[in-house]
């Protein structure tokens, strides 16, 4: 029997959760987890290394790396193919910061009104 998935720590919710090309291709959309989100964001935005990530996470650098690497052939497949892109789901759970940023990449720091607040 496999272990529990650990549940992946992530600074915000997203403040947009949905992505769409005006003429988006019929069919399912692309359903990005809130922890691929959050990986993207840190790797690619805020320029975290994937170690940093992965602390930043609270997962294994071999795990960001899969999740990375799951969101990216999402991203590509939906800007490829103009499918709509939804952030949903997952298995994550909402840093509570406790009045100080998480991390430095974390976007609570940066916004005076704070992100998670009306989003938890």
Not at 84 to 110: E, F, N, Q, S, T
Request: aromatic content about 4%.
């Amino acid at each position: 029997m496999p272990r529990p998935a650990k549940k992946r720590h992530v600074c915000c919710l997203p403040l947009h959760d949905t992505f769409s090309p005006p003429c988006a291709a019929p069919g399912e959309p692309i359903r990005l987890t809130v922890e691929e989100y959050e990986a993207v964001r840190l790797i690619d935005l805020e320029q975290y290394t994937q170690e940093e990530c992965a602390g930043q996470m609270g997962v294994s650098r071999t795990t960001v790396q899969g999740i990375y690497d799951a969101a990216r052939r999402k991203i590509a497949d939906a800007l490829v193919n103009g499918k709509r892109l939804v952030i949903a789901g997952g298995h994550y759970v909402v840093c509570r910061h406790g009045g100080r940023p998480c991390g430095r990449g974390c976007r609570r720091a940066r916004e005076s009104a704070g992100c998670a607040d009306n989003r938890l």
